[in-house]
């Protein structure tokens, strides 16, 4: 069986009421002759499939890769459909739905859909918000990752423990959220809207144990050069239980590599929608639809959704749909690009309706797709190519898509487009439209949802076979520090584990040297050296747009010897970077991890 990709080639299609893509109703003629010969010979199951709209594990039976016939007849309740316009189906339809349109909107749009539609006006374009968020904002790095992100003009919000020390810090204006990522209570959602990139720079602290200057020079050189201890909070409850709080509080608004499913079928598990039939039968056609469950008619065997139907334009009618019941919590896909259908095309154009409002009678943000006949395939449908259509027409002063308050779904197979078009593909009688799955994508290339500074050496405590005596002070003394570096590589697996495209930087030494010296990036954590903080600020700040980075975990130094200082002449600085240069030389997979043992010691 072939497959294929299939992107959205232009925004074709429209919805005429949120009820259906309709011309106008007329008159009655005699129903049997007007009907298409396939309407006759085909009359159609149970026209609705009522779900709820939550995810669960769906049954199966018992050494069986299919469903079970139980389960199966239990998806469905309706009535058989009838070959006249049907008023009992027309009222089931409305109260389905739960808000029927009023007389008033309903003669409305009779009387609209009569006259001539008017021209169209140029379309806003969708908006989309992007902060940054900086945890650790006041730390060596954070507060210079900040700096960088304003340079760049980049909208920042920081995640700081002390509000007071902060804002000194950063300024008084800075977007600001006080929160501790080691109590999760503390991480409230409302703080992390908007929010669709994270720099983490978050450390445990680690100081000397004589004590420190007030602007803790002692610090600043690093722990080559004095006798360290943990300072507050455990290396266990920053590095490992603190990343696991940080990732839970950002996920949803950054994002996953992955996807989110919607509707659909993913390993063992189905995510519902309360699905039901919307055909012309609501202004007076004799089309119908229905949606059901095939236990077997997915791609590989397996179970998947069909929207199938009979579309007849008898009484001016031509066209069936299937929508969603509003979802009782508005899907917030604010960190996605679009809606993915997995699908089998029937080499027809059918639309998606997105409506970001609970009314009935509103604006529906509609795209066009073609498929590809008796063919699996995937298409994907920008939320940029939505446009905001209303009783078949584009709506110029819609307010912009809002991708983070989608209410229901809808999917159509019409004679009409929008603006006084129709569909080319367009035939009448019996359609089949399989669909596996509905779910919202990151475009590609990928490009690093979260940036993490860790540190070079956190594989090296149980690398068999090394010699500590070389390796910096970390390394010897992990044990003497509570386990500080196995717990930053526990937080590290959490980043790679959580389905969001991320970024791990490992620096050596950090100094409080100006950036600009030549650097080695490797990966397998063997190197040692400094690196200035400045530098490694910069580092993440050009990985959030470099799809070379997604996904890769490295050790950065400098090529300057600990022995020598590094300056910089004010008055003939280095030339800035092009950090896809190192960026490109790496490699996925590799963390330094595949040569330890298979059973390392245990914390």
């Known amino acids: 069986m072939e497959f294929g990709v299939i992107k959205l080639s232009s ?89 029927p349109p009023t007389p008033a909107k309903f003669f409305e749009f009779v009387s609209e859909k009569l006259s001539s539609p008017s021209p169209s006006k140029p379309e806003k374009k969708m908006e989309t918000s992007g902060i940054v968020l900086v945890a650790g904002a006041t730390g060596g790095v954070g507060r210079r990752v900040v700096d960088v992100l304003r340079k760049k003009g980049l909208p920042v919000r920081v995640l700081v423990r002390n509000e007071e020390k902060a804002r000194k810090m950063l300024g008084p204006d800075v977007d600001l959220i006080v929160g501790d990522i080691t109590k999760e209570s503390t991480l409230v959602p409302e703080y992390f809207k908007g929010v669709r990139r994270v720099i983490n720079a978050v450390s445990v602290i680690v100081g000397p144990k004589e004590g420190d200057t007030p602007d803790r020079q002692k610090y600043s050189q690093g722990i080559k050069f004095f006798e360290p201890e943990i300072k507050g909070d455990s290396p266990e409850k920053v590095e490992y239980i603190g990343i696991r709080n940080l990732i839970n509080a950002v996920k949803g608004s950054v994002g996953l590599q992955d996807g989110k499913l919607l509707f659909g079928f993913e390993d063992n598990n189905y995510r519902e929608l309360a699905w039901g039939a919307l055909d012309d ?251 200035s903080r400045e530098e490694v600020a910069q580092i993440c700040v050009a990985a959030l747009e470099s799809p070379y980075a997604s996904g890769k975990t490295f050790e950065v130094k400098s090529v300057v010897p600990f022995s020598e200082p590094f300056t910089v002449d004010p008055q003939n600085p280095p030339p800035e970077k092009d950090y896809n240069v190192y960026f490109k030389t790496l490699k996925d997979g590799i963390t330094g991890k595949e040569i330890l043992e298979q059973d390392p010691v245990p914390v």
């Open 281 to 531: 039968v609501v202004m007076g056609g004799v089309s119908e639809s229905t949606f059901q469950i095939d236990p077997n008619g997915g791609e590989n065997g397996g179970p998947t959704g069909i929207f199938k139907g009979v579309v007849s334009t008898a009484n001016n009618g031509g066209f069936t749909s299937i929508r969603t019941k509003n979802l009782s919590t508005a899907e917030d896909l604010s960190a996605y690009d679009g809606l993915e259908l997995r699908l089998k095309g029937d080499g027809r154009r059918y639309k998606l309706i997105v409506r970001t409002s609970r009314d009935w009678d509103t604006v529906g943000y509609t795209a066009g797709f073609d498929t590809v006949g008796d063919q699996w395939q995937t298409v994907r449908v920008p939320f940029s190519s939505l446009k905001p259509i209303f009783r078949a027409r584009t709506v110029s002063d819609a307010p912009p898509f809002d991708p983070s308050n989608i209410v229901s779904l809808q999917l159509m197979f019409s004679k009409f487009e929008y603006d006084g078009k129709l569909n080319p593909t367009f035939v009448e009688g019996a359609f089949k439209l399989p669909l596996s799955s509905i779910r919202a994508y990151l475009k590609e290339p990928l490009t690093p949802r979260f940036i993490h500074v860790g540190s070079a050496g956190v594989t090296r405590p149980d690398r068999p076979g090394l010699d500590l005596s070389k390796q910096p002070p970390a390394v010897r003394l992990n044990k003497e520090l509570d386990f500080i570096l196995t717990f930053k590589l526990k937080g590290e697996d959490l980043i790679r584990e959580s389905g969001i495209p991320y970024t791990i930087v490992r620096p050596c030494a950090l100094t409080e040297e100006p950036a600009g010296a030549d650097l080695i990036f490797d990966q397998g954590d063997n190197i040692t050296g400094k690196i």
């Open 11 to 99: 925004p074709l299609s429209s919805s005429a009421l949120n009820l259906q893509d309709y011309s106008s109703p007329v008159g009655r003629n005699h129903f049997q002759k007007s009907l298409h010969p396939q309407l006759l010979s085909s009359p159609l199951p149970k026209p609705f499939l009522q779900l709820n709209d939550r995810p669960h594990s769906f049954p199966y039976q018992q050494n069986s890769d299919h469903l079970s016939p139980r389960t199966y007849r239990r998806s469905i309740s309706a009535e058989a459909g009838k070959q006249s316009w049907d008023l009992g189906r027309f009222l089931k339809t409305i109260f389905f739905f739960n808000e």
